[in-house]
């Protein structure tokens, strides 16, 4: 109900084994659930009887294996089976790379966009962590920025429950004032869709792969639990290239000796929605606050702080993501200026952006392409007659490090 409304409406569902119940709750709305009885999941993270879950802007799905008796409304015609079967067929894969001492299953969810393959994602993370595994999540979908900011690439070492209520995002982030254990690698894309610039979302998508790979060298939990790789929904040709690209720099092979790769189809959903741009667009626009001021539950206070234009260096990716073909300069190919860097002298135009603070200590044009991101700050004013500009950083102090890029993301605070 709209939060101006005091009205409260309350509605009891009985649930029957392998039922789902679902709902949409729309931005500036809010709805409270509570387990009376019995057992239910929220994308495979269970919730407890007795307390009250809140949701505004999302759409959920609660599903119970044992349920009391039915009612109308509430679905009986779930995949959940199907996802289940599937953990369990990787649970059995783990088994197997703890007995021999190798690298667990790899699951790498492709599909069209609204298909479910972030809820898949999250049903598969929290049924392994229920069984004290601690799997990767990878998170190719630039679009949603799952975990920290919209337009990143990460790959987070899940080993706390995913929040029923907030998905990932409380659980895991980059802003350091949260302290999370949870701490994922973060590449910079900068734009919602991986079509827009191919050859840095492959650079990126080839980089995150390989520190993915070192961080599970390192963990052995993490090896046998093996990733859960989530995807943009991009299928055409172009998406189909990237998707090859992606399998291969996680080890798979499409082709030829196919011996390690087994392909799986999974049944959409019936409850899976299609989302409309502009709450595609909210989403984001959630996602960016609440990399600067946290969730309701875990309030952050960034700071705003002045800095002076000449103690930072901004940089944009792809001359040819900018401009068309016949724009370019003479003798630079797309290909090229596709992952060529361009510095951008501040001024007004920048006000409002997002920019991601690479861990580089130079600026060559290798480094900063391939640098993990430290952490974002938002541009709230530009002075130009005092070279100068505000600045808002999840926490105090001065910007540890130097070289920024800016992607396409603009948000305005409120
Ligand atoms: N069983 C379900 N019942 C109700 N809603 C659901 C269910 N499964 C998923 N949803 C909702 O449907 C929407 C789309 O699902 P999801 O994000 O998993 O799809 P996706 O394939 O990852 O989409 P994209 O590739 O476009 O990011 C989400 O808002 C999600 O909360």
Known sequence: ?????????????????????????????TVKLKLISGTAEIYGTEIGIGPEYEFSGRKIAVFTWHGTCSVEYVANETPMTSYLNMHLAL???????????????????????????????????????????????VDLDVNEGSITMPGTLTATP??????????????????????????????????????????????????????????????????????????????????????????DVFDGKLYKDRSNINVLKLAKSGGVVDREKVFRRQVQMRKIREYFYGLPKFELSPCSTLINLNDITIYRVGVGSLAPSSALPIG???????????????????????????????????????????GFIYVSEVDMVKQKMTILTPCPGRLPKQYLIMGSYKWMES
């Not at 610039?197 to 090896?223: G, H, M, P």
């Open 158 to 247: 899940i080993n706390q429950i995913i929040d029923v209520e907030e998905g990932f995002g409380s659980s895991a982030t980059t802003s350091p004032s949260l302290g999370s254990s949870m701490l994922p690698i973060v590449y910079y894309y900068g734009y919602p869709d991986p079509g827009e610039n191919v050859k840095l979302y492959k650079v990126l998508t080839a980089k995150l792969a390989q520190s993915a790979k070192r961080r599970i060298a390192e963990d052995d939990d993490a090896r046998i639990s093996g990733m859960v790789i989530d995807t943009s929904g991009l299928i055409d040709n172009t998406g189909y290239e990237i998707i090859q690209h992606c399998v």
């Open 91 to 137: 649970e059995q894969r783990r088994e197997a790379a703890k007995a021999k001492g190798e690298q667990g299953p790899r699951a790498i969810i492709v599909g069209p966009e609204d298909v479910g393959k972030t809820s898949l994602s999250k049903i598969l993370l929290a049924y392994a962590l229920r069984q004290s595994r601690q799997p990767i999540f």
């Open 1 to 29: 109900m709209p939060e101006d409304h005091v009205e409260e409406i309350s509605k009891e569902w009985k649930l029957d084994p392998e039922h789902e119940f679902r709902f949409e709750v729309d931005f500036g709305t």
């Open 332 to 374: 630079i190919d797309r290909k090229v200026s596709e992952t060529q860097l361009v510095k951008v002298e501040p001024d007004d135009t920048i006000r409002h952006s997002i920019l991601a603070l690479t861990a580089a200590n130079s600026p060559d044009e290798q480094t900063l392409l391939e640098s993990n991101i430290i």
